[in-house]
């Protein structure tokens, strides 16, 4: 059916399909505050909780691992930076209270351990080691889009501290109290342990927004202290009560195949993987880190990671059940539904329409599922470029036989091995060294 | 970056990292002098002279220095040393001391161009007297980091983020560019008087620096050791023939 073509593509979307615009991300990668669907991965999100965060805490095990694995043992695309990122904060809502007695764990058991968790990714730019990584999750911590009312993680910590103590926020020696509890933490973790970063510490004594003080800090002084700096925020955690801090790292590909990185440093970072993860004894235990894998870092880093002899990451080794889960993509066309709702749901005008799959048709939901191979990441981006052209187009309705139309059977294209490499290199070789 | 300026501290890098002069430093001192002159070089002066190109310093002291170089513009005023407990806190203040006499000079006299310092050290240089040359504007070459000048070189073109991190390059050029300074750069002549930035390159900018230095200089000596290996060890073989090293 074709109607409306006179129509601005974004006045059609409302009057026909009932949204206020395109829902569907262009890219295939996870937007800071993109849409979640709990039950889309029911079991893979159980095994994350019941593996990589409960085991964690009770076997005080420093790593466990997330794999992405779709047909071909392709990376699946959004699911593992998805949730890692829900799970981080489900935990710092109540502490993981909610999580652990979800995953199993006795209610007095459950009293007696709290969690924080922060998410941090690899990139290209500037964090290509553990270092940065750490001063990001610091970011993360001290970010109020990442906390709860508001408030971040942080803030919230602050607060747990004169809460437990029974101190009055607004009591004039509040100050005084934090900064006791403060040095009193670091005295437990390790009575020989360097002085806390005084930018930071100073303002998290006083109260002041961290952000303000983390804005100051330098590219160079991210990389050289990134560590110093999440020391704090440990020691703010423990102050606070909670033993059992998880920092989700996500990307790892980027310190893999980042070509400005020479096989050396590659093998010093991973080394302090396990120098600080593993062998710092105030973080042993009480530190974990998820960490996310698929082929290509797998293939990069292997070696690396076993000459380090860090924990096994292989996802096929039925020996790692306990530390590793695998993210196995979309398998079903149910499941293509409920991606779908759950991102049509966040552009519907009326609230009559919520839950259901306009414009889509039944049978585009297979052609969909067939076409990604799985991948979410794919999926979304399809869904994209379909609702876009059925707009422009005036399609009021999308079936699976517009889609083939549409990509003319055209498989997404297989990312290639650039045969132009060696030349372009020995050329720009060439231009740096003029 | 200044292209003199570059070849000049490459030539000193090579000299410092595959040379082996004869003890004393003698010998260290004419291989610069050598080197100076290889690179075409217009004007030269090399050791026991004490004035800088037939002019006195502005104190009248008589300042030795190992060597000084000119072209176009550009003027290099150069300290080689060679010693088994390598560049000294006082050696490094004298040198400062004495050129900035100079420059004091050259200021008096309205004398046109750029100046910048050299030290070259044969044994590698401690931190804190790293910070010190970062903070006057003296580039020092030793032989275990690549010097500044030519890493600003590689940081100015277009295909540097191969080589150094891209997040860290724009503090990298900042930062570096103040510490490879002229000192007509970083003493500003204003009328009468010399303005001296205070502001620029403070406490955490000089650890700062220090780190990117050797980060920088780690990044792009495995650069060229993955794609062009060997290219420093012919370059100072070639070098060596020129000014007759054997």
């Known amino acids: 059916m074709t109607t409306g073509q006179q129509r601005d593509k974004y006045t059609f979307m409302e009057e026909e399909w009932g949204i206020d615009g395109n829902p569907f991300p262009s890219e295939a990668i996870e937007a800071t505050n993109g849409p979640y669907c709990d039950h889309l991965f029911p079991e893979e999100k159980s095994s994350f909780i019941s593996h990589l965060v409960y085991s964690a805490v009770m076997d005080r095990r420093p790593m466990g691992f997330l794999w992405s694995k779709g047909p071909g043992g392709r990376d699946t695309g959004f699911g593992k930076t998805t949730m890692m990122r829900n799970v981080a904060s489900q935990i710092n809502e109540d502490w993981g209270k909610r999580i652990l007695e979800g995953a199993g764990m006795r209610p007095e058991k459950v009293a007696e351990h709290k969690l924080i968790a922060m998410y941090a990714a690899m990139n290209t730019l500037s964090v290509a080691g553990i270092y940065p990584l750490l001063f990001s999750a610091v970011e993360y911590a001290a970010d109020p889009r990442y906390g709860v009312d508001n408030k971040c993680l942080i803030e919230r910590c602050r607060d747990l501290i004169l809460v437990e103590a029974g101190v009055d926020p607004s009591d004039p020696n509040a100050n005084d109290f934090i900064e006791g509890a403060m040095l009193n933490a670091r005295q437990t973790l390790g009575p020989t342990l360097p002085p806390m970063r005084s930018d930071f510490l100073d303002a998290f004594v006083a109260g002041e927004p961290i952000t303000d003080v983390l804005a100051e800090v330098s590219p160079a002084s991210r990389v050289r202290n990134g560590l110093a700096y999440f020391d704090v925020l440990f020691t703010i955690a423990y102050a606070a009560g909670i033993h059992d801090v998880f920092v989700s790292i996500d990307q790892l590909e980027d310190l893999a195949t980042r070509r400005d990185i020479g096989n050396a440093k590659k093998q010093r970072e991973v080394g302090r993987f396990r120098d600080i993860l593993s062998e710092t004894l105030h973080y042993k235990g009480r530190l974990h880190a998820i960490f996310t894998f698929h082929i290509r870092a797998q293939q990069q880093l292997g070696w690396m990671w076993r000459q380090e002899r860090l924990p096994s990451f292989d996802p096929d080794d039925p020996a790692n059940q306990g530390s590793v889960v695998v993210l196995r993509g979309l398998r079903t066309v149910d499941q293509v539904r409920d991606l779908l709702v759950t991102y049509l749901d966040t552009r519907r005008v009326n609230r009559a329409d919520v839950g259901i799959i306009r414009p889509f048709e039944p049978s585009a939901l297979d052609i969909l599922l067939q076409r990604s191979e799985g991948r979410v990441g794919i999926l979304l981006q399809d869904a994209y470029r379909i609702l876009d052209s059925a707009a422009l187009q005036g399609h009021s309705r999308v079936d699976g036989g517009y889609i083939q139309d549409l990509f003319g059977g055209r498989a997404e294209p297989a990312a290639q091995q650039d045969t132009t490499t060696t030349e372009s290199q020995t050329d720009i070789v060439d231009r740096l060294l003029q | ?246």
């Open chain 2, 1 to 246: 970056m200044n292209r003199f300026l570059t070849d000049f501290c490459e030539a000193a890098y090579l000299l410092a990292r595959f040379s082996s002069p004869q003890e004393g430093g003698y010998a260290w001192q004419a291989f610069m002098q050598e080197a100076l002159h290889s690179y075409d070089a217009m004007a030269l002066q090399g050791p026991y002279n004490l004035q800088l190109f037939g002019m006195a310093s502005a104190s009248g002291a008589r300042h030795e220095l190992d060597g000084a170089a000119g072209a176009l513009h550009t003027t290099i005023l150069t300290e080689a040393k060679h010693l088994q407990q390598g560049i000294t806190k006082d050696d490094i203040c004298v040198f400062d001391r004495k050129t900035f006499d100079y420059y004091i000079a050259l200021v008096r006299r309205h004398v046109a161009g750029v100046h910048y310092r050299v030290l070259s050290s044969a044994t590698p240089v401690d931190a804190l007297l790293r910070k010190y040359a970062f903070l006057f504007g003296i580039t020092l070459v030793e032989p275990s980091i690549c010097p500044l000048p030519i890493l600003l070189s590689v940081t100015e073109k277009a295909d540097c983020d191969e080589v150094f991190p891209e997040g860290l390059i724009g503090q990298f050029l900042g930062l570096a560019s103040h510490a490879s300074a002229a000192l007509e750069q970083r003493y500003v002549q204003e009328g009468r008087y010399l303005r001296f930035d205070t502001r620029v390159m403070g406490e955490d900018e000089l650890d700062d620096l220090e780190f990117l230095h050797k980060e920088f200089s780690e990044c792009w000596l495995d650069f060229i050791d993955r794609n062009r290996p060997n290219y420093y060890e012919q370059k100072a073989e070639e070098l060596f023939t020129r000014i007759g090293i054997t």
